[in-house]
Antibody, heavy 124, light 107 residues
Framework: QVQLQESGPGLVKPSETLSLTCTVS????????WSWIRQPPGKGLEWIGY???????NYNPSLKSRVTISVDTSKNQFSLKLTSVTAADTAVYYC??????????????????WGQGTLVSVSS | SSELTQDPAVSVALGQTVRITCRGD??????ASWYQQKPRQAPVLVIY???NRPSGIPDRFSGSSSGNTASFTITGAQAEDEADYYC??????????FGGGTKLTVL
């Protein structure tokens, strides 16, 4: 059974860099897509980006200039860095395995499992 | 457009059937996946693909799709189904999209 666990500072100062790590247990991180998703307090879910096998990344266009996702296969972890944070980046940050398939006519994608989430507040 | 639209809130009487919809152009090419989120908990996948339920998800939960609309149905809603429900899909660039979420109240 795959399990994910986010870790990192719960408080970041404005203009600094938010750094989080997701540790994957129960399976190898290689060969899968892994995503970061966030949820501001009282609001909906926002996809941040994904990484695949250390070589392929895709980021939400609204965050692309500030986001980097990387993988450490030796530790079975992947990480998120978000630069120049503001109060608007205060959110619960989740990591999740990103899965999917395509047939000739249609595709399907889903996130499963998810980590429990970690609250990151941006404040001086 | 690359957006997914959900009704903000829906209510259902205990034991009745409720449908939650998600609309967006991307749904013509991608099946939606659906997530249940209870307060202070992480989202949980409940429906993916054409109409697949992960292990442990009740069979009163189902999904369907037609054109630009995906639907999530609970047949015989239970008190424990009260939660926020989110749909998810992708756009043509492979970016993930989430609907704004639907708050389900079981009366």
């Amino acid at each position: 059974q795959v399990q994910l666990q986010e870790s990192g500072p719960g408080l970041v100062k404005p203009s600094e860099t938010l750094s989080l790590t997701c540790t994957v247990s129960g399976d190898s991180i290689s060969g899968y897509y892994w995503s970061w998703i966030r949820q501001p307090p009282g609001k909906g879910l926002e996809w941040i980006g994904y990484i695949y096998n250390s070589v392929s990344t895709n980021y939400n266009p609204s965050l692309k200039s500030r986001v980097t996702i990387s993988v450490d296969t030796s530790k079975n972890q992947f990480s998120l860095k978000l630069t120049s944070v503001t109060a608007a980046d205060t959110a619960v940050y989740y990591c999740a395995r990103d899965q999917g398939y395509c047939t000739n006519t249609i595709c399907s994608g889903w996130f499963d499992p998810w980590g429990q989430g970690t609250l990151v507040s941006v404040s001086s | 457009s690359s957006e997914l639209t959900q009704d903000p809130a829906v209510s259902v009487a205990l034991g009745q059937t409720v449908r939650i919809t998600c609309r967006g152009d991307s749904l013509r090419k991608y099946y939606a996946s659906w997530y249940q989120q209870k307060p202070r908990q992480a989202p949980v996948l409940v429906i993916y693909g054409k109409n697949n339920r992960p292990s442990g998800i009740p069979d009163r939960f189902s999904g369907s799709s037609s054109g630009n609309t995906a639907s999530f149905t609970i047949t015989g809603a239970q008190a424990e189904d009260e939660a926020d429900y989110y749909c998810n899909s992708r756009d043509n660039s492979g970016n993930h999209l989430f609907g704004g979420g639907t708050k389900l109240t079981v009366l």
